[in-house]
T-cell receptor
Framework: EDKVVQSPLSLVVHEGDTVTLNCSYE??????LLWYKQEKKAPTFLFMLTSSGIEKKSGRLSSILDKKELSSILNITATQTGDSAIYLC???????????FGKGTRLSVIA | EPEVTQTPSHQVTQMGQEVILRCVPI?????FYWYRQILGQKVEFLVSFYNNEISEKSEIFDDQFSVERPDGSNFTLKIRSTKLEDSAMYFC?????????????FGSGTRLTVV
């Protein structure tokens, strides 16, 4: 059974801190790994990673995939209270198969 | 920016009643999905839909569930006889095609409460 495990499950940091969120996966056929940010309702897309070792960046957020270790990290630098959310990792197996989600990491950034 | 729209945002229903959750995917998208998230748990896949038919479904998607694209724009999820354990946030998602570099676009969800 395909599985995605995220750690930590929750994290509390102060504004300005840098955080690293982890995602590991076990899937039969791997195509891509996706990161989403979930605030109140819908998950909003952050990154899609398909190739190992290539960092994707968007502002203070960055992410990288390690296919050898079957894992990915999401980094957030200089955190702000607006970064408080649940960060979801999901894997897209090959073919037209659905996303497999992890349980998420709940990040709380306090002023 | 194009959005996936879901209605209603919140629905309360009595156990045993039928509910229909509605979604309007992004207009040029070809693949449609329903996921659900029970409070405090992970997002789970229910069903995917392509070319007017179900392409894949999970074990959760039993005979109580059905999906339709009645008019070429709406995409609906019907639960025939709701159970307490169907209470969850239901997300619709769509994608243009597999492999696009932006993943899926999710709607804002319908919170279903079965009492």
């Amino acid at each position: 059974e395909d599985k995605v495990v995220q750690s930590p499950l929750s994290l509390v940091v102060h504004e300005g801190d840098t955080v690293t969120l982890n995602c590991s996966y076990e899937v039969t056929n791997f195509r891509s790994l996706l990161w989403y940010k979930q605030e109140k309702k819908a998950p909003t897309f952050l990154f899609m990673l398909t190739s190992s070792g290539i960092e994707k960046k968007s502002g203070r957020l960055s992410s990288i995939l390690d296919k050898k270790e079957l894992s990915s990290i999401l980094n957030i630098t200089a955190t702000q209270t607006g970064d408080s959310a649940i960060y979801l990792c999901a894997v897209m197996p090959r073919g037209n198969t659905p996303l497999v989600f992890g349980k998420g990491t709940r990040l709380s950034v306090i002023a | 920016e194009p959005e996936v729209t879901q209605t209603p945002s919140h629905q309360v229903t009595q156990m045993g009643q039928e509910v229909i959750l509605r979604c309007v995917p992004i207009s040029n998208h070809l693949y449609f999905y329903w996921y659900r998230q029970i409070l405090g748990q992970k997002v789970e896949f229910l069903v995917s839909f392509y070319n007017n038919e179900i392409s894949e479904k999970s074990e959760i998607f039993d005979d109580q569930f059905s999906v339709e694209r009645p008019d070429g724009s709406n995409f609906t999820l019907k639960i025939r006889s709701t159970k307490l354990e169907d209470s969850a946030m239901y997300f619709c998602a769509s994608s243009e095609m597999i492999g696009q570099d932006y993943g899926y676009t999710f709607g804002s969800g319908t919170r279903l409460t079965v009492v």
